[in-house]
Structures are given as structure tokens and as C-alpha cells.
């Protein structure tokens, strides 16, 4: 889930938006599957819960988890979850959760970001942040608030992202549009590539591509990654309650 968060969420770009221009709200729902090579491995989804107070404040309750398909459940089990309550004003993430339980691996992280004083407060510190840091969940989010033209025309653009107490940033390069076969027809697709930071996740960025939809949803459609073992694959398996009806070729 974590992988899948990272890929997802890489698309965010400082940029205007409009809120009631936003591509999702409140009841969307979006599952995907994981699979190396032809094996499948796991399941991410994404939900957005609610509108709720935090800080009064009104704010997006999102909710993603991550596990392993029942067959490695007997080998490495993960059960992942992430949520974030993003301010519906400034997209900015007020409050992130993470609970992560992979095979005997534990991390449980609860992040209070001050974004007038530019930290975020945790457990046990506070650690300062550049202006507008996202966490891993709300990243994704507000990356699909971006305006295509900047994107496309204005070369490659970079991420300040806050993880694992650690500020970071990520170099994004748009790479082409691609008609892509899905189930429910064929979608035109943006095409993406990430440079990642080197010892993070992947040690080589170049070789990720990410297709998210060229229509109002923004909505990430599917991810490979090349890896020394392989190739993985993140596809959209199933989506509710979208804000705008999904753009399908016709033929």
C-alpha cells in the first residue's frame, strides 16, 4: 500500500484550483489491483468518507488501505491503513494516520500539520516543513486539482512531500498521452514518469510510468514499475460514485 500511495500520489503540482471545480467529492470510491507479473498480489482502495470538522475547519475524511491477496496472506501479510483530513478550502492535509501491519512489521504514525508555523507535530517531535507539504494520502488528492496545461508545456515539476519524518520532494515529467484498453472501453490517458529520490522505494524513477485519465476525474488509472525481479502492476479493478462520468472512446 505504501508503493501504491507513492506512485499515486505523485502528480501533485502547486497550481491554482477552484473548489467547486474540484474532480471528486464526498462517496467516491476507486479499488485497484496488484499484481506482479501474472500473479496477483494485493488490493489498494481509496474512499472518500466524509465532510467533518477538524480544527473548524471543513475537511475531507479520505481513507485508504492495502493488503495482501489471501493466498500471501500465509507468506507476508499486510494490512494497511491511511487516512488524512484535508482542509476543503486550501487542499492542504490538517491531520494524517497511519497504521501499517506487514508480516511482523509495525508502524503506527499520527501527524498534526501547522501549516501558518510550517511544522508538523508528532508523538514524540516537531519537525518543520515547506509550504504546501503534503502527507502520503492527501498528495494524490490534491494532485488531481492540477490545470493540464501547466503540466504539460511546463516541463518537469517537483513534490514537497512529508513521510516517515522526513521532508523530501519528487521530480515528475510528463511523457505522452496513450489510449489505454480497460474494461469498461478505451480511456485516454496521461502518461507520466517520476524521477525518484535514490534509496527511496526504487532506486531507479525512470523506469515507472503512471497513466491517470484526461478528463475531469483525474482519476489514476494504472501504474507499472520495472524492478530487478520484475514488473508491478497497479489497475483500476472498480470505481464509484465519481464526481463526472468516466470518458470512454467511442468507436
Not at 67 to 80: C, E, G, L, N, S
Not at 88 to 95: K, N, Y
Request: some cysteine; glycine content about 6%.
Amino acid at each position: 500500500m505504501r508503493l501504491f500511495l507513492f506512485i499515486a500520489f505523485i502528480f501533485f503540482s502547486i497550481l491554482a484550483f477552484s473548489q467547486r471545480n474540484l474532480p471528486y467529492d464526498v462517496g467516491e470510491y476507486a479499488s485497484y489491483k496488484i499484481s506482479f507479473g501474472a500473479i496477483n498480489v494485493g488490493y489498494a482502495e481509496l474512499e472518500v468518507k466524509e465532510i467533518i470538522p477538524v480544527n473548524n475547519k471543513p475537511s475531507f475524511h479520505i481513507i485508504g488501505k492495502g493488503r495482501t491477496a489471501p493466498f500471501f496472506d500465509w507468506i507476508f501479510k499486510v494490512r494497511d491503513v491511511y487516512e488524512t483530513f484535508i482542509d476543503t478550502s486550501s487542499l492542504l492535509p490538517l491531520v494524517f494516520n497511519r497504521e501499517v501491519r506487514e508480516g511482523g512489521h509495525v508502524i503506527n504514525q499520527h501527524y498534526k500539520f501547522n501549516h501558518k508555523n510550517q511544522n508538523v507535530v508528532t508523538k514524540d517531535s516537531i519537525f518543520n516543513i515547506p509550504i504546501q507539504a503534503q502527507d502520503m494520502l492527501s498528495a494524490l488528492f490534491y494532485a488531481r486539482t492540477f490545470k493540464k496545461d501547466s503540466v504539460l508545456y511546463g516541463g518537469s515539476f517537483f513534490v514537497p512531500i512529508f513521510m516517515d519524518d522526513e521532508n523530501y520532494f519528487l521530480e515528475i515529467k510528463y511523457l505522452k498521452n496513450e489510449i489505454i484498453e480497460t474494461k469498461w472501453g478505451k480511456v485516454d490517458c496521461m502518461v507520466f514518469k517520476p524521477k525518484m529520490q535514490e534509496g527511496r522505494v526504487f532506486e531507479d524513477g525512470e523506469e515507472m510510468k503512471i497513466w491517470i485519465t484526461d478528463d475531469k476525474n483525474h482519476l489514476l488509472l494504472r501504474v507499472e514499475t520495472k524492478i530487478w525481479a520484475g514488473l508491478i502492476k497497479v489497475v483500476l479493478e472498480d470505481y464509484k460514485h465519481v464526481k463526472y462520468t468516466l470518458s470512454i472512446i467511442e468507436e
